[in-house]
């Protein structure tokens, strides 16, 4: 129980900029940071000097830190999506609210991209155009606009005023028509959100959606040419079938991601 509290309030103090954890690491750390800095400055007055510490810049994070993180959402999946945009040749490619410091950058290393986001983004990295437009208008100029259309981890956040957007219970309907409208018959379009057994919105952050309901979504307007998902423990599980007993409870995850690689039909089904 006074685990379970402290989390909570280390929580609810991260929302105003403050971190407990950070803290408490920080206090444990700081006497080997002390010790080190000593050593260093004993050890450095007996060699030339070319380069004198003139600042403090602690970084009491890194030695209890593994080397990196290769696991979880969002290094699965803009891992996965990329590759496949690889695989397909395609010249130019245009993306919806991905992230720009993993997926786009991992894209326009080898084709163009251009992203579309209802903040203003600037840059003047190769290979990369931005568009600013709200895609919850969905009478749009950009029907059809995309062989090849990315929107990875973006629609849970339609309409729930997160990113500046208006408040719209619906938004991320509307974000789904104003998506479908933008590929092209026969088209690609990579497609992820949240997915859990409980269907919900944790406010103001994102939905968590069912794999029953994306299928309702996405079947009348896309063929599913592979589904993929990251489980609870940030696992990747490839080319699983979105139709199976399994996928009906949305394979039991909490907070999981499921990733759709479609093709746009050439007529909406029924």
């Known amino acids: 129980m006074i685990v379970a509290g402290l989390h909570h309030i280390d929580s609810a103090l991260q929302l105003f900029g403050m971190d407990l954890g950070r803290?408490?690491?920080?206090?444990?750390?700081?006497?080997?940071?002390?010790?080190?800095r000593r050593e260093f400055t004993r050890r450095a007055s007996k060699v030339d000097g070319a380069f004198p510490i003139t600042k403090s810049y602690p970084c009491f994070e890194d030695r209890a830190q593994p080397g990196g993180v290769a696991r979880g959402q969002y290094f699965h999946m803009d891992l996965l999506v990329a590759r496949s945009i690889f695989e397909s040749g395609v010249k130019r490619h245009i993306d919806v609210g991905?992230?720009?410091d993993g997926f786009i950058a991992h894209v326009a290393s080898f084709t163009d991209v251009e992203v579309f986001d209802i903040r203003p983004l600037r840059s003047t990295a190769a290979h990369i155009t931005f568009r600013q437009a709200d895609l919850l208008d969905v009478r749009?100029?950009?029907?059809?606009?995309?062989?090849?259309l990315s929107c990875l981890h973006v629609l849970e956040?339609?309409?729930?005023?997160?990113?500046?957007?208006?408040?719209?219970?619906?938004?991320h309907l509307k974000g789904w028509q104003s998506l479908e409208r933008m590929v092209r018959p026969g088209g690609r379009f990579y497609f992820a959100v949240?997915?859990?057994q409980h269907q919900r919105i944790e406010f103001d952050?994102?939905?968590?959606?069912?794999v029953p309901y994306l299928l309702g979504l996405i079947v009348p307007s896309f063929h599913i040419d592979r589904f993929s998902s990251v489980d609870d423990e940030g696992?990747?599980?490839v080319g699983q079938d979105p139709q199976s007993?399994?996928?009906?409870?949305?394979?039991?995850?909490r907070l999981g991601c499921g990733i759709f690689e479609l093709t746009k039909r050439s007529s909406r089904s029924t």
């Open 157 to 171: 956040h339609f309409g729930l005023g997160r990113y500046g957007d208006p408040v719209d219970p619906e938004g």
């Open 194 to 196: 949240p997915i859990g």
């Open 205 to 210: 952050a994102h939905r968590v959606f069912s």
């Open 23 to 36: 803290f408490v690491r920080a206090c444990r750390e700081l006497p080997i940071y002390l010790r080190n």
């Open 235 to 237: 696992d990747l599980h």
């Open 98 to 100: 991905s992230r720009i």
């Open 140 to 148: 749009h100029d950009y029907e059809g606009y995309a062989e090849s």
């Open 245 to 253: 007993s399994a996928a009906r409870d949305s394979f039991g995850y």
